[in-house]
């Protein structure tokens, strides 16, 4: 599967190192490869999958 960003996501990565860069492929690659990885969010978003980037 190949990632769709959004535009302004795809300046933000563009405008960082390169360390940052591949961290953040690395944590888009994990969720292609299981979308359920992450914190469960509760209430109106119920079923969405949070995963957060610690840097």
């Known amino acids: 599967m190949q990632p769709r960003d959004k535009p302004p996501f795809a300046r933000f990565v563009k405008k960082q190192r390169a360390p940052l860069q591949l ?5 888009v690659n ?26």
């Open 23 to 27: 961290a953040i492929e690395d944590a």
């Open 30 to 55: 994990l969720i292609l490869e299981d979308p359920t990885i992450g914190e469960n969010k509760v209430g109106d978003l119920k079923g969405i999958c949070l995963q957060v980037l610690a840097g």
